[in-house]
């Protein structure tokens, strides 16, 4: 099965850094854009930050400058480097690919929009 395994969560307090990782199965041959989302308590799934299979990144302006995003496609891993965090910031993080393609009994297939079962970020006063 296709798998991607987020990791890095905690609680920090305001102003802290906390680095997000996101491992690939290892049977997946490559992958497509990723992203990582957010949803905190009561609200609806935030998106933000993305980044292509070629290093173009984008982010949601809440985090543009306090949060970088990067991958390395060779590991198959997702990271969200986090710095300045801020209470706001308190949410389950996800990981998600638009499109991975894996290794099924020899053959490669195609899956799309798979996610991470979210890790916990608490930022405290």
């Known amino acids: 099965q296709v798998q991607l395994v987020e990791s890095g969560g905690g609680v920090v307090q305001a102003g802290g850094s906390l680095k997000l990782s996101c491992a690939a199965s290892r049977s997946i041959f490559s992958i497509g854009a990723m992203n990582w989302y957010r949803q905190a308590p009561g609200n609806q799934r935030e998106l933000v930050a993305r980044i292509t299979s070629g290093g173009s990144t984008n982010y949601a302006d809440s985090v543009k400058g306090r949060f970088a995003i990067s991958r390395d496609n060779a590991q198959k891993t997702l990271y969200l480097q986090m710095n300045s965090l801020k209470h706001e910031d308190t949410a389950v993080y996800y990981c998600?690919?638009?499109?991975?393609?894996?290794?099924?009994?020899?053959?490669?297939?195609?899956?799309?929009?798979?996610w991470g079962q979210g890790t916990q970020v608490t930022v405290s006063s």
């Open positions: 998600n690919a638009d499109r991975v393609t894996y290794y099924s009994n020899g053959i490669l297939r195609d899956e799309y929009d798979r």
